[in-house]
């Protein structure tokens, strides 16, 4: 983090209710907390999915990557930290959320491992924090006493937005003045443009829509705190990576390929991919947005986990008085021994089947 970041600050402590799952799953010999296999022998990978969006597993799967497991949907997941408690509780096997988050949970105890980077932020991806072009909002200090729409709490959007508030300058009274308010992606334009929030978080297609439609503006992004970075990661809990090492190896090589896949692709080709592969799921889902689409946002070849992005974290929340130092090492929580673009089985900026290729 830059130096010049206040040494001590907090953020409110996440917390993600868990409803625990009941019922019968339609997989032979599988219920919803314990995993199964296929006919043919193949570890069953429960996950949660996100309407309308492909995730590079569900990719590398239609891409015919995987050899040794079959994902199974159990639903759509509704944030990150819910996601990753979903697998640190079995509720699924693998889980996506913010660094920051990740390093929370498995603080608080999870025994879970980051496996493989899942999303950032590059060129052309990243996220905005925006505002009205009539707001008259022109710095962090005109953000006291007013309302930031964020996704959910104790994620990217809450991190990144008390980073750069720090970064500007104001107090951690101050801080604490500026009121983070929840709100669903896909309403946060329209509680921006209603004055209900000030400043609205807006990534991927909900940002290109509304920019498309003019009279807002970004007032920081988390690309210009910290430059193309990967910033989540893919966790497994370490029991089943224990029990199911060939499972999970097979999870990361064929994701990282399809993570490859997308950084090397020509965009429409990505785009036409996604739609099928959304249409073959059949849950009536709009692909209307997928023309939005513009890149996987990570910079990384194949998702290859640095210490820099989860050590940020850590960092940070040993300032915040979170952790302790010396609490966790980063060391212990990720691998990469499964990463093909890591582990030399393919050279680190090679192509998704080991192939020499410059990326797009």
Request: charge should be neutral; include cysteine.
């Amino acid at each position: 983090m830059p130096s010049s970041a206040p040494p001590r600050r907090r953020t409110r402590a996440f917390a993600a209710a868990l409803t625990l799952l009941t019922g019968i799953s339609v997989l032979t010999g599988c219920s919803k907390s314990e995993p199964g296999t296929t006919a043919d022998g193949k570890a069953v990978i429960r996950y949660q999915g996100t309407t309308g969006q492909v995730t590079a597993y569900e990719l590398a799967e239609d891409l015919g990557y995987f050899s040794k497991i079959a994902l199974h949907w159990e639903g759509d997941t509704t944030s990150g930290p819910a996601n990753i408690q979903a697998a640190a509780t079995n509720q699924v096997e693998v889980g996506s959320a913010f660094n920051g988050a990740v390093v929370k949970l498995i603080s608080g105890g999870a025994k879970v491992t980051s496996v493989l980077s899942s999303y950032g932020a590059d060129e052309k991806s990243f996220t905005g924090y925006f505002v009205r072009d009539d707001s008259g909002i022109t710095s962090a200090r005109d953000l006291i006493g007013k309302k930031v729409g964020v996704n959910t709490l104790g994620a990217h959007h809450e991190f990144i937005t008390r980073e750069w508030l720090h970064q500007q300058g104001l107090t951690d009274s101050e801080v604490k003045q500026v009121q983070l308010v929840v709100l669903p992606p896909a309403n946060t334009e329209d509680a921006l443009r209603k004055g209900q929030v000030e400043v609205g978080t807006l990534g991927a297609v909900f940002r290109d829509t509304a920019v498309e439609r003019g009279g807002i503006h970004p007032l920081y992004t988390d690309k210009a705190l910290f430059g193309q970075f990967d910033y989540g990661t893919y966790v497994f809990r370490n029991d089943y990576i224990a029990k199911n090492t060939e499972a999970v190896a097979d999870f990361v090589q064929g994701t990282a390929r399809a993570t490859r896949w997308l950084q090397v692709t020509p965009r429409d080709e990505v785009v036409a991919r996604f739609r099928t592969i959304i249409e073959k799921r059949g849950r009536n889902e709009n692909t209307d947005l997928l023309k939005y689409w513009k890149s996987s946002g990570i910079p990384v070849a194949g998702g290859v986990i640095a210490e820099k992005e989860l050590q940020i974290w850590i960092d940070w929340l040993v300032r915040n008085g979170e952790l302790k130092e010396g609490q966790l090492k980063v060391t212990d929580l990720f691998t990469n021994k499964y990463n093909p673009y890591s582990n030399g089985a393919f050279p680190a900026e090679s192509g998704p089947t080991g192939e020499a290729v410059a990326a797009k």
